[in-house]
């Protein structure tokens, strides 16, 4: 059972517009959310996080928004660029557990078109 | 800077080997994981262990076995590889905290090929 979904396998976008990245997950104990990008033959980098009592977090061209009503967050890429192809994993977690782990999703292939 | 680093980019076994991959992290931090990043499955955890000589099961921890004798190094153990085992194996540790950041950071990867 999937505790966090990235519904879409692959987005392609023209560079220049905006990429939404989307997730949803299950678990309501979770309270922390993580957005990674990961190169191909490279370990996935850390992007932005958001913490469960905010519902926006912004750093630079890269928003996260978190809906916890709806247990949904999204990623926004403005303007998109070319070095933005990567896959996208989506994570959770539930702070503060000594033998806790962060779950991710299975990562969403964003292309960037010229 | 955290560093996390995995002691094989490309490794080439044969069936029925015995494989260790290897990953130190120097930033102190009590949690290790290990992961397998395949196709369309994402990222899935072997293995992750939240103090020395502590180990958890994962999600997918058939055929593997875990190693943490020192805070800053986590061994990943495959006792007799085959070829669905075959895959980019990602090590990561984290830094437990209550309030703040939490962020897991992840070596570079191994990509192993079992023959």
Redesign the interface.
Known sequence: DQQVK?NS?SLSVQEGRISILNCDYTNSMFD?F?W?K?YP??????LI?ISSIKDKNEDGRFTVFLNKSAKHLSLHIVPSQPGDSAVY?C?A?A??K?????I????TRLHILP | DVKVTQSSRYLVKRTGEKVFLECVQDMDHENMFWYRQDPGLGLRLIYFSYDVKMKEKGDIPEGYSVSREKKERFSLILESASTNQTSMYLCASRLLRETGTDTQYFGPGTRLTVL
Not at chain 1, 104 to 107: A, D, N, Q, V, Y
């Open positions: 990235q396998p922390y993580l990674y990961k033959a490279e370990g996935p980098t850390f996080s994993f994570a977690s702070r503060g000594r033998d806790d782990k962060i991710f999703g299975k990562g």
